[in-house]
């Protein structure tokens, strides 16, 4: 559905002749989100396997008419091509590396030596390979060769090795300190974290670009309204000038009324000018969110606008318990600060591991080979070696402060999430109330159209009988407006605060979410 939502979005936004020539690759589009249903291997096949073929004898028919946008189409352009989401997803991948870079404290380390002491009375050369790899636990495991030949100081004979050299391995093992966990375990802890920290970040950049995006809509949709009024009265005095004229010709009217009615000619253009510069700028607005497969940002055009709104209805304020039980459930803020409180623990537990004493198990075993450098024989035989390793820091002001911090972290974690959940419920049941209001306020200005156009129409009249002026006509029109207007305004609030609502509930991420949510959240209860 999403995909095919997006296809008739450029359907509607590219002229039918560009749809081959333009690149049609899906930017940015998160193949986690397409529907297995949908297979979209090569969009511009696609888009031209839904056209119909070109008929070159057919120049003279009409062009197709336009598909009037809706908010739908724009959801669904935010999901296939926004750079803010594609931003937000490549935290994701800073984060995996993040996690893999944590890791690498694991890696296998080798390391090797070459030494020649050519020089001087005692010439000797030294050679050795080790490798060393920390395990999962804390122990540490390692390995090597070594060979030492020449002529050695008395105090450094443990340098000389048989012929064959020496084979040496051996391993640590924590007892106390770094056992349960260590420097190495709490940064792996803490990326893994971080790494599941990744999803929220995307998650609030979706409910906040299509929120963005919405309300950039009904805008435009506003100003397509205004500017109709404006249009509208503007042809009334257009239309009244003439007759007016021809009146004047036959002298049953005075020509100051045709030149009164001239006036307002002249100021209803500007407010004409004034509306379809405002319309402009919103279709600019909305072109932040409205985009092609390619992520050109599209502008909306005049005849895209929908005739009218979509029809209002009363909001059910008896939902308001399930909509703050679901924003507290669901709201990305609050699993960021649950996943904030978990690194925190997890620095808690490794400066209380900094508390205990290390006390090390070490065990290492040597062999040399070959032919014995000595007639002693003293390096031909295995030699073990094992014992307990202590290092005890008296005053430990380091993991007592760590400590301290960790736990003041957690107390503020928690009091900010208190504060957040407090905010969250606040926020909903603000943007319930106002919905309501605006509702209210919608009928409120329909009435107040109906009263006006009846003043509109009994003012018409006493004119055609000679008992009104020009002046009178235009107090009445103008109070038409400002009511219509007043309708208009009322409507884009009312669908605005429900885009606000449908993002302060998390409505992208639940059932109701994804393209289709902030359209169906607009139009339903």
């Known amino acids: 559905m999403q995909a095919a939502r997006t296809l008739a979005l450029v359907l509607s936004l590219a002229p039918v002749t560009a749809a081959a020539s333009e690149p049609a690759v899906v930017a940015h589009y998160d193949e986690a989100q397409r529907p297995a249903s949908v297979a979209l291997t090569n969009p511009a096949e696609t888009v031209v396997e839904l056209l119909p073929p070109v008929d070159e004898a057919a120049e003279g028919l009409p062009a197709p008419a336009v598909v009037p946008l809706s908010v739908d189409d724009v959801v669904a352009a935010i999901y296939a091509s926004f750079p803010g989401l594609e931003a937000a997803r490549r935290e994701r991948q ?12 694991f890696d296998t380390q080798l390391s090797g030596e070459a030494l020649s002491k050519s020089l001087g009375f005692y010439e000797n050369y030294r050679y ?16 090597g060769y070594r060979l030492g030949r020449g002529i050695f100081e008395p105090w450094y004979l443990e340098r000389e090795t048989n012929k064959g050299g020496e084979f040496k391995a051996g391993f640590a093992i924590p007892l106390l300190r770094d056992r349960d966990i260590d420097k190495r375990r709490a940064a792996v802890f803490k990326s893994r974290l971080q790494r599941q920290a990744a999803e929220p970040l995307v998650q609030m950049e979706i409910i906040d670009a299509v929120l963005a995006g919405s309300t950039s809509f009904w805008d435009w949709v506003a100003a397509g309204q205004r500017l109709q009024i404006a249009r509208e009265q503007l042809d009334l005095a257009r239309t009244r000038q003439d007759k007016l004229r021809r009146s004047v010709e036959l002298g049953s009217l005075k020509g100051i009324e045709l030149v009164d009615n001239q006036r307002l000619i002249v100021s209803r253009q500007a407010k004409l000018i004034d509306a379809e510069r405002k319309l402009e700028q919103s279709a600019i607005k909305l072109s932040i969110y409205l985009r092609g497969f390619d992520g050109t940002p599209r502008l909306a055009t005049p005849d895209q606008l929908p005739a009218t709104f979509p029809a209002v209805t009363a909001p059910d304020t008896e939902r308001l318990p399930l909509e703050i039980s679901q924003a507290l459930a669901m709201r990305p803020e609050l699993r960021m600060l649950t996943i904030a409180s978990q690194q925190a623990s997890v620095e ?31 390096k031909s035989e295995l030699e073990l070696e094992a014992g307990l390793v202590v290092d005890v820091p008296l005053q430990r002001r380091a993991a007592r402060g760590k400590i301290q911090a960790s736990r003041g972290k957690i107390a503020q974690l928690a009091a900010k999430r208190q504060l957040t959940e407090q905010k969250i419920a606040a926020d909903v049941r603000s943007l319930v109330v106002s919905l309501q209001a605006d509702f209210q306020q919608i009928e409120q200005a329909r009435e107040y159209v109906d009263l006006a156009q009846q003043m509109e129409e009994a003012e018409l009249t006493k004119f055609a009988a000679g008992n009104s002026n020009i002046l009178m006509i235009n107090l009445r029109e103008q109070a038409v407006a400002e009511a219509q207007l007043l309708v208009v305004d009322a409507t884009a609030d009312y669908f605005i605060s429900r885009a606000a609502l449908h993002a302060a509930t998390a409505g992208e991420l639940t059932g109701a979410g994804g393209p289709q949510g902030a359209a169906d959240a607009a139009v339903q209860p």
């Open 94 to 105: 800073i984060a995996s590396g993040q996690a893999l870079e944590a890791m690498g404290a």
């Open 128 to 143: 050795g390979l080790a490798a060393k790899q920390y395990a999962w636990g804390g122990a540490q495991v390692f390995s």
């Open 348 to 378: 808690l537990r490794q400066a209380s591991n900094m508390l205990l004493p290390a006390v090390n198990g070490v065990m290492t075993a040597a062999q040399d080979v070959g032919e014995p450098t000595s007639s002693k024989r003293d």
